[in-house]
């Protein structure tokens, strides 16, 4: 038996379908669509840099370097504090920490952290090729 069969009309009316068809705002949407595109281009850039080694190591350069970032410029850890250290080992343990930590920044943050691996802040190699930065699919 269904089990839309036995609920009263009206809830279901007035509880369920609103919320089923219901989309989203356009500044969420616009934060969707800007969180998938800079964790792509992350993965675009680290491919760049390391591009010799295996995806496994790339995983972990990206882990490693996101967490630092996250950690000294959002947390405002001091690299030199204990505080600081478990911090980046918390989110190097953890399964999904990419996702996990781009999450809890903002779109600003994430930007802000995107644009700083591709001046090459963050990157041994020196500054990235602006074109692996195209910004036209985000309209």
């Given amino acids: 038996m269904n089990i839309f069969s036995r609920l009263p009309e009206e809830i279901i009316q007035n509880n369920i379908l609103p919320y089923t068809y219901r989309t989203q705002s356009p500044v969420l949407l616009k934060d ?24 496994n190591f790339k995983d972990l350069m990206i882990k490693y ?19 600081f250290y478990k911090s980046v080992n918390l989110y190097l343990d953890s399964k999904g920490a990419i996702i996990k930590i781009l999450g809890k920044m903002t779109p600003v943050q994430r930007l802000k952290y995107l644009i700083k691996l591709s001046k090459g802040d963050r990157n041994p190699h020196g500054t990235i090729n602006f074109n692996l930065l195209n910004f036209s699919n985000l309209e």
């Fill in 32 to 55: 969707m669509k800007t969180f998938m595109y800079i964790y792509r281009k992350i993965y675009d850039i680290f491919d760049y840099i390391y591009e010799t080694e295996t995806d």
């Fill in 65 to 83: 370097d996101i967490t630092c970032y996250y950690a000294e410029s959002v947390l405002d850890r001091n690299t030199d504090s204990i505080s």
